[in-house]
């Protein structure tokens, strides 16, 4: 599949995916976006100091890297592990230049520590930041009662509708701990319909630049 990399509206790059035109992060701006959903309304809203992450997508690695930022700030341990099925290019990784559009120019070797990393082993990418990165389908994770956030930063469901079922949702319900949280850039009513189904409750919050709302569920029982 053809890919490129383009500016979003916030000077940020993202990657084009032109057979699907679709984006890894919203055109309307990559970092906004990923600041928005995952950290505003995942990390800080769990508001917890010791916190297990399963990010849905590793991707480009952005979502990594500000929650890592996040944690450096605020003395947070972070337990991340991120899963993907068709890892990015380390020449994708240089051109995103994601570290100098965040100013943050000395994390340029964190960042690349992270998509260099092997898979399927922990690696500690900084003091208080472990990294596990797992090469595989969504449906293949089997974890139970692990994670007190889940990104899930999937393709959309106009192009990989299986990603949003009911089936998937299980799994992230399964995986997440009583009180555990899973936020999405994702607002169609199917996809929060599903997670209902399997026993979430959910929540419409304001959603990123370029989207009027965004979801939020949360593991209750």
């Not at 936020?183 to 419409?204: D, I, L, P």
Request: aromatic share 10%; proline share 3%; charged share 20%.
């Amino acid at each position: 599949m053809k890919r490129r990399i383009i500016e979003t509206a916030d000077g940020s790059k993202t990657i084009h995916l032109e057979d699907w035109n679709e984006q890894y992060h919203s055109k309307h701006g990559a970092i906004q976006e990923a600041y928005h959903v995952f950290i505003e309304h995942g990390l800080r809203h769990v508001g917890l100091q010791d916190i297990s992450i399963l990010e849905i997508g590793f991707g480009t690695g952005l979502n990594a890297l500000i929650t890592l930022l996040e944690a450096e700030q605020n003395g947070i341990q972070i337990n991340y592990v991120g899963v993907e099925a068709y890892p990015v290019s380390m020449e994708e990784v240089g051109a995103l230049d994601y570290c100098s559009q965040l100013q943050v120019d000395g994390h340029h070797g964190v960042f690349e520590k992270m998509h260099l990393s092997p898979w399927e082993e922990e690696v500690a990418i900084a003091k208080n930041f472990c990294l596990l990165k797992q090469q595989k389908d969504f449906m293949q994770i089997e974890n139970s009662n692990l994670f007190n956030l889940i990104y899930f930063d999937a393709f959309g469901a106009r192009v990989q509708p299986e990603l949003w079922t009911e089936a998937i949702f299980s799994k992230m319900f399964t995986a997440l701990k009583v009180g555990g949280v899973l936020v999405t850039y994702a607002a169609k009513g199917s996809v929060r319909r599903a997670m209902q189904a399997v026993g979430f409750t959910v929540e419409r919050l304001p959603g990123p630049p370029g989207k009027r709302e965004m979801l939020r569920a949360t593991k209750m029982l």
